[in-house]
T-cell receptor
Framework: DAGVIQSPRHEVTEMGQEVTLRCKPI?????LFWYRQTMMRGLELLIY????????DSGMPEDRFSAKMPNASFSTLKIQPSEPRDSAVYFC??????????????FGPGTRLTVL | AQTVTQSQPEMSVQEAETVTLSCTYD???????LFWYKQPPSRQMILVIRQEAYKQQNATENRFSVNFQKAAKSFSLKISDSQLGDAAMYFC???????????????FGQGTILTVHP
């Protein structure tokens, strides 16, 4: 069974450009999480979807960040316009959730974003 | 808010020896889960072991075991017979149980870099 798939693995862009990160969760998982990892802040949750619906986006840093999950097998995280301080590794994770209980989260390989 | 603290930024161990990584957490919840994730240089986050707070028995997975002290809010990871492939950053993580308000959010510690010497 394929794990969580993320693309691209690496992204280098210039300040002001739009960046779109993509994620395909594990088949059968109904919860999807976007995390960001930086040296300063460590790993932090940006947004969480359950059954394609955004449940908690309190971790999204500002309006420049947006996330969508149009169907159960695909999600995007968009940054527009990008800034150098957005440089980080962005992880997508998925799990099964039922009855309010979330199972173990499995992570994708991450996207390393560099904004020049 | 829940917090997770890993007080050892770096640890080292000789191959075939045993090492213990420390983790403490703060929560007012009674139902929660604790995890150890491994992040090798490839940066992939790999689940090592999981512990349910309602279980008194410590979890084990092959060479990996935990010492879960609920009253002390301590959750250490023991790696036995260390191998070169165990070298990585290790993260301790906390998650509320069913009915919590954090909706499955993982709260991570700062990480511990483990070096394995041949």
């Amino acid at each position: 069974d394929a794990g969580v798939i993320q693309s691209p693995r690496h992204e280098v862009t210039e300040m002001g450009q739009e960046v779109t990160l993509r994620c395909k969760p594990i088949s059968g998982h109904n919860s999807l999480f976007w995390y960001r990892q930086t040296m300063m802040r460590g790993l932090e949750l940006l947004i969480y979807f359950n059954n394609n619906v955004p449940i908690d986006d309190s971790g999204m840093p500002e309006d420049r960040f947006s996330a969508k999950m149009p169907n159960a097998s695909f999600s995007t995280l968009k940054i527009q316009p990008s800034e150098p301080r957005d440089s980080a590794v962005y992880f997508c994770a998925s799990s099964r959730t039922s009855g309010g209980s979330t199972d173990t989260q499995y992570f994708g390989p991450g996207t390393r974003l560099t904004v020049l | 808010a829940q917090t997770v603290t890993q007080s050892q930024p770096e640890m080292s161990v000789q191959e075939a020896e045993t090492v213990t990584l420390s983790c403490t957490y703060d929560t007012s919840e009674s139902d929660y889960y604790l995890f150890w994730y491994k992040q090798p240089p490839s940066r992939q986050m790999i689940l090592v072991i999981r512990q349910e707070a309602y279980k008194q028995q410590n979890a084990t997975e092959n060479r990996f075991s935990v010492n879960f002290q609920k009253a002390a809010k301590s959750f250490s990871l023991k790696i036995s017979d260390s191998q070169l492939g165990d070298a990585a950053m290790y993260f301790c993580a906390y998650r509320e149980g069913a009915g919590g308000t954090s909706y499955g959010k993982l709260t991570f510690g700062q990480g511990t870099i483990l070096t394995v010497h041949p």
